[in-house]
């Protein structure tokens, strides 16, 4: 069921130019461009990683459009099965919590909500809306949690239609660096 890189880096070249969700950028656009924010950030391969791949359970999902705006598509758990025994804890655990991260800056950033793209605020909802004061203090103690709400925070900026990342070249290589050592 893993994943190597090669299979991932297909995915994304073949099926990546769907558009993401209600957005003005692809699939692809928006996980380039995630990944560059996070390196600029001066995150490490792994961090890069799961800005890069974090959105990959959409591409995975067999969920129309249609039907993934009125149901959650879960797509932060779908990826996961594919890439354990791939990538560390530290690549895959910011990717499952990265929806988390979003209800818990709802309750944890007074501003955050309303900065949402109005797809993003749809999708809360189906989420679960924001986190309780009680559910956000243990979800920020969870391992791995920082990096979620780091990586979030890149997620909800990767959206630009003028942006130029680095190509999927870059992040590749730096996706199997960040692969675990067999
Ligand atoms: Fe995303």
């Given at each position: 069921m893993a994943l190597q890189p090669e299979e991932i880096t297909r995915i994304f070249l073949q099926d990546g130019a769907a558009q993401y969700g209600g957005e003005a950028v692809t699939q692809l656009q928006h996980a380039l461009q995630c990944a560059h924010l996070a390196e600029l950030s001066g995150a490490g391969p792994e961090l890069i990683t799961a800005a890069l791949l974090h959105d990959l359970g959409h591409l995975l999902s067999t969920k129309t459009e249609v039907q993934s705006q009125t149901e959650d598509d879960v797509h932060q758990y779908i990826a996961i099965p594919f890439l354990r025994g791939v990538f560390p804890?530290?690549?895959?655990?910011?990717?499952?919590?990265?929806?988390?991260?979003?209800?818990?800056?709802?309750?944890?950033?007074?501003?955050?909500?309303?900065?949402?793209?109005?797809?993003?605020q749809r999708s809360l909802e189906?989420?679960?809306?924001?986190?309780?004061?009680?559910?956000?203090?243990?979800?920020?103690?969870?391992?791995?949690?920082?990096?979620?709400?780091?990586?979030?925070?890149?997620?909800?900026?990767?959206?630009?239609?003028?942006?130029?990342?680095?190509?999927?070249?870059?992040?590749?290589?730096?996706?199997?660096?960040?692969?675990l050592q067999t």
């Open positions: 804890d530290a690549v895959i655990e910011p990717i499952r919590l990265h929806v988390d991260a979003k209800r818990y800056l709802c309750m944890a950033d007074a501003g955050y909500w309303a900065a949402l793209s109005p797809t993003s189906l989420q679960g809306g924001p986190f309780s004061p009680e559910q956000a203090a243990a979800f920020i103690e969870r391992p791995y949690a920082t990096d979620a709400v780091a990586l979030r925070r890149w997620d909800d900026q990767a959206k630009n239609p003028a942006a130029t990342p680095p190509t999927w070249v870059h992040y590749a290589a730096l996706m199997r660096r960040a692969c």
